[in-house]
């Protein structure tokens, strides 16, 4: 399904104009595509039906309610990290035995609430948190599941702020000292080893990558059982690429595919944490140009979404889309759309042709459905935008609009 397309002029999401949508709920706002979603986690699911599995959502890429309880209802797990994602997934009905949690910085409160949810396993990230992880679930007399983040050294060639398996990287444990940790954590009682577990980067464009780091862990798996260690899941973390621009990703079934034939003989369950590739492109962030002024050399366009409500531009300097939602015959020239926000790095895009805009204007910036809501933040006191999903002809607000109200909920002024 194309969950974006064009009747005539006009730009649709499914069977609903997005002018509509704007019209009834205001920008800027968040528009998603159901069936988009389902087919894209239909389609990464089935590419790795040869093999046990657990597709576990990256719910760091969009961790609103209604998008959760879908993937939740066509039986997706969730990767969580934080307890406040822990709080989302289990209020979206996730199944805890469907949910991992990664992450460098798990607070002994976040652990017990974990424990006490039943999750399925827990990513470790150094000896100190494993330590940690071990008191409290002695505190709650149960054991802990646990797999420890291999830090496998692998490139992803992608942007530094997403390469996570580099070893100059925060992220999992280095390499050679991964056996000594899977020692230690056989000794210590309240921790069950279960798995083995990495995440590279993400936005990767290739294959390779994810097949050396595959390969770094499966030679892993054969030295743990080796010393006789219960290896049953194998967590190769998320990281497949989307088109924002003219990027080529592989699709689901290669990955699925490639990673089916290194894994198919070694007795595991596969677990996969995807993120971006299932959301990434169901999702759009409408908008409303407000004025278009003429700089000294540029040109600006000046719209009602900021880098308050979309991150990506101004934080990576990432590429996405913006279409007119009506299209127009005007001439095109070469503008920068800016957000309100006090900030010269406010933009949605820079040097992007663009037939002339003018107030009034709608514009939909694509590929907005991962790492969009889920990382705005009410920087100038903006309340956040809404969010609506839709399917067929049908749409439902997900998210209604902050108010001022809700801006300073549980603020007060100083009583000393
Ligand atoms: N698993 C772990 C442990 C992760 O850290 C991540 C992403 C994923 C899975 C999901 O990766 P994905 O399939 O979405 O590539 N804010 C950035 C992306 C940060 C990704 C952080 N970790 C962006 O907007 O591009």
Request: glycine share 10%; net charge negative.
């Given at each position: 399904?194309?969950?974006?397309?064009?009747?005539?002029?006009?730009?649709?999401?499914?069977?609903?104009?997005?002018?509509?949508?704007?019209?009834?709920?205001?920008?800027?706002?968040?528009?998603?595509?159901?069936?988009?979603?389902q087919?894209?986690?239909?389609?990464?699911?089935?590419?790795f039906?040869?093999?046990?599995?657990?597709?576990?959502?990256?719910?760091?890429?969009?961790?609103?309610?209604?998008?959760?309880?879908?993937?939740?209802?066509?039986g997706?797990?969730?990767?969580?990290?934080?307890?406040?994602?822990?709080?989302?997934?289990?209020?979206?009905?996730?199944?805890?035995?469907?949910?991992?949690?990664?992450?460098?910085?798990?607070?002994?409160q976040?652990?017990?609430?974990?424990?006490?949810?039943?999750?399925?396993?827990?990513?470790i990230?150094?000896?100190?948190?494993?330590?940690?992880?071990?008191?409290?679930?002695?505190r709650?007399?149960?054991?802990?599941?646990?797999?420890?983040?291999?830090?496998?050294?692998?490139?992803?060639?992608?942007?530094?702020?997403?390469?996570?398996?580099?070893?100059?990287?925060?992220?999992?444990?280095?390499?050679?000292?991964?056996?000594?940790?899977?020692?230690?954590?056989?000794?210590?009682?309240?921790?069950?080893?279960?798995?083995?577990?990495?995440?590279?980067?993400?936005?990767?464009?290739?294959l390779?990558?994810?097949?050396?780091?595959a390969?770094?862990?499966?030679?892993?798996?054969?030295?743990?059982?080796?010393?006789?260690?219960?290896?049953?899941?194998?967590?190769?973390?998320?990281?497949?690429?989307?088109?924002?621009d003219?990027?080529?990703?592989?699709?689901?079934?290669?990955?699925?595919?490639t990673?089916?034939?290194?894994?198919?003989?070694k007795?595991?369950?596969?677990?996969?944490?995807?993120?971006?590739?299932?959301?990434?492109?169901?999702?759009?962030?409408?908008?409303?140009?407000?004025?278009?002024?003429?700089?000294?050399?540029?040109?600006?366009?000046i719209?009602?979404?900021?880098?308050?409500?979309?991150?990506?531009?101004?934080?990576?300097?990432?590429?996405?889309?913006?279409?007119?939602?009506?299209?127009?015959?005007?001439?095109?020239e070469?503008?920068?759309?800016?957000?309100?926000?006090?900030?010269?790095?406010?933009?949605?895009?820079?040097?992007?042709?663009?037939?002339?805009?003018?107030?009034?204007?709608?514009?939909?910036?694509?590929?907005?459905?991962?790492?969009?809501?889920?990382?705005?933040?009410n920087?100038n006191?903006?309340?956040?935008?809404?969010?609506?999903?839709?399917?067929?002809?049908?749409?439902a607000?997900?998210?209604?609009?902050?108010?001022?109200?809700?801006?300073?909920?549980?603020?007060?002024?100083?009583v000393?």
């Open positions: 399904m194309n969950g974006f397309h064009r009747k005539g002029q006009d730009l649709y999401c499914e069977d609903v104009s997005l002018a509509h949508l704007a019209d009834v709920f205001g920008t800027p706002l968040y528009v998603y595509s159901l069936g988009f979603l087919e894209q986690y239909e389609a990464f699911d089935s590419a039906a040869g093999i046990p599995h657990e597709v576990c959502f990256a719910m760091k890429a969009n961790s609103s309610l209604a998008i959760l309880n879908e993937l939740a209802l066509m997706c797990g969730a990767d969580i990290v934080s307890g406040g994602e822990l709080y989302r997934a289990l209020a979206a009905s996730m199944d805890p035995k469907k949910i991992v949690y990664s992450g460098v910085g798990k607070t002994s976040e652990m017990s609430e974990a424990i006490d949810a039943g999750i399925l396993m827990f990513n990230e150094s000896f100190s948190e494993l330590i940690a992880l071990d008191a409290v679930a002695g709650l007399g149960k054991k802990a599941g646990i797999s420890l983040r291999v830090n496998p050294d692998v490139d992803p060639q992608t942007h530094p702020y997403i390469a996570t398996g580099l070893a100059t990287s925060k992220f999992g444990i280095k390499y050679d000292a991964v056996i000594e940790g899977y020692e230690r954590a056989g000794r210590l009682p309240n921790i069950d080893v279960v798995g083995v577990d990495c995440h590279i980067g993400s936005q990767l464009s290739s390779a990558p994810f097949v050396e780091a390969t770094k862990l499966t030679d892993m798996l054969t030295l743990l059982r080796e010393k006789g260690f219960d290896i049953k899941y194998l967590d190769l973390g998320g990281g497949l690429g989307i088109t924002y003219d990027e080529d990703p592989p699709t689901a079934a290669a990955y699925g595919l990673l089916t034939d290194l894994m198919k003989d007795g595991i369950t596969l677990i996969l944490e995807p993120g971006r590739s299932l959301v990434g492109n169901a999702g759009v962030l409408l908008s409303r140009v407000l004025y278009t002024k003429k700089g000294t050399d540029k040109r600006f366009v719209v009602d979404a900021g880098m308050n409500d979309l991150l990506r531009p101004s934080l990576y300097d990432a590429f996405h889309r913006i279409e007119e939602v009506k299209q127009n015959q005007r001439e095109p070469i503008v920068d759309v800016v957000g309100p926000i006090c900030e010269s790095g406010d933009f949605l895009a820079r040097g992007r042709k663009m037939n002339a805009l003018v107030a009034g204007d709608l514009l939909a910036t694509m590929s907005a459905g991962a790492y969009g809501f889920s990382m705005a933040s920087y006191s903006r309340p956040a935008a809404a969010e609506v999903l839709v399917q067929g002809k049908k749409y607000q997900i998210r209604t609009r902050q108010t001022y109200e809700d801006l300073v909920r549980g603020e007060r002024p100083a000393f």
